[in-house]
């Protein structure tokens, strides 16, 4: 699995994401929600329609998950 995260710095549910992750072996690629702002919010807003709120956003396998809820919600069912 190949994940995707925007994260920002001292952000606590990106620290638990990545970690939910690599518990799974994940290939993890971080990019900085500060530095990367606008390609993060085209990225969501194309797919969602609107920018995002929180970090992290994430995408496993190029497919978009959404936040830390969403991952965590998701990994659980598989």
């Not at 085209?42 to 995408?59: F, H, L, R």
Request: glycine content about 8%; hydrophobic content about 35%; proline content about 6%.
């Amino acid at each position: 699995m190949k994940a995707t995260i925007y994260s920002k710095p001292n952000c606590p549910y990106c620290v638990r994401a990545k970690m939910l992750l690599e518990n799974r072996g994940a290939e993890i690629t971080e990019l900085s929600a500060v530095d990367q702002r606008e390609q993060l919010i085209e990225s969501v807003q194309g797919i969602t329609g609107a920018p995002p709120k929180t970090v992290p956003q994430i995408w496993l396998d190029g497919e978009y998950v959404g936040g830390f809820q969403e991952l965590d919600a998701r990994l659980k069912n598989h």
